[in-house]
């Protein structure tokens, strides 16, 4: 489905994506959905109406679970789960569907059942502020959404700790996209003065948290059709349209995005806003960080 302007960007649907499908068992496990073989993730788009689901999954011969993340609740959550469930049957007839709403941040999602007229939805909403935290630490593909479990601001800042010292144990190939989650998750809920404390504490660098957009391939295809674009329409316009897909990656489709890859394009130090877009909690502090 087409992201509304009104719902957070893709950055809270691009991390949660990593997380859970490197250990789908884990997180259906977590989740209390049970789980036949190997769950796979299915296609999700759905092209004639243009409807995108978050996750899709085969759990068994008959059944299937589909998850949407979402930071605050939308009134339009409970709708939009009901035209997926409606999609998903149709491509998929006959089989046993589990919908989970996974509430990253606050507010509470409205229940669409109507039990005086007999309807029930039936969508299943897990919030991450009244979890178990030693659940998700015990799992290191989850730990990053420890930081967002239950407990006080100071017990939140002391998993965001743990869950960085885990990160370091992991396979080095993995533990950029886990930097990138951890961070950009945390930031729902400790302010980021204090993300950066704890990360200079922890021995973390900026350098680990940011080189995601070297190391993965959307980087570098990124990299690659700035370069072009540069060749092609001149250094300006190929990096202001290369930074407002990175902008876009980070923040989502945001009014005022195009306007503000351009001012940071002239900015003269491309680097320099790289690491601003990757350490920023909204695309202001981005422009305050290299435009003053």
Request: aromatic share 6%; net charge negative; charged share 30%.
């Amino acid at each position: 489905m087409e992201k509304e302007p009104a719902r957070p960007g893709p950055i809270y649907d691009r991390v949660m994506r990593r997380l859970v499908e490197n250990d789908l068992r884990g997180f259906c496990d977590w989740i209390g959905v049970p789980w036949e073989g190997i769950p796979a993730v299915l296609p999700g788009v759905f092209a004639a109406e243009t409807l995108s689901v978050d996750l899709l999954v085969r759990t068994g011969a008959e059944r299937m679970l589909h998850t949407e993340y979402m930071r605050t609740p939308t009134p339009d959550v409970p709708g939009r789960m009901m035209l997926y469930r409606a999609q998903i049957m149709r491509r998929y007839p006959g089989v046993r569907l589990t919908q989970v709403a996974v509430v990253l941040g606050e507010g509470r999602l409205r229940s669409a059942d109507d039990p005086e007229n007999g309807f029930s939805a039936g969508i299943r909403t897990i919030y991450l502020r009244e979890t178990d935290p030693e659940q998700l630490l015990a799992i290191p593909d989850l730990a990053p959404l420890a930081v967002l479990a239950r407990g006080s601001r100071a017990e939140r800042g002391s998993r965001f700790a743990q869950t960085l010292e885990l990160i370091r144990k992991q396979p080095e190939e993995r533990q950029a996209g886990l930097y990138e989650a951890a961070v950009t998750l945390a930031a729902i809920t400790l302010d980021r003065a204090t993300i950066g404390n704890i990360g200079k504490e922890m021995g973390v660098s900026i350098d680990e948290v940011v080189s995601f957009y070297d190391d993965t391939v959307i980087g570098e295809a990124l990299k690659a059709r700035g370069r072009e674009q540069g060749r092609e329409q001149g250094r300006e316009q190929g990096v202001a349209q290369t930074l407002l897909a990175l902008l876009s990656s980070r923040f989502g489709d945001r009014p005022g995005l195009p306007d503000l890859a351009d001012e940071l394009a002239r900015s003269g130090s491309v680097e320099a806003v790289v690491r601003a877009i990757g350490e920023a909690a909204e695309p202001e502090d981005v422009a305050h960080r290299v435009l003053g």
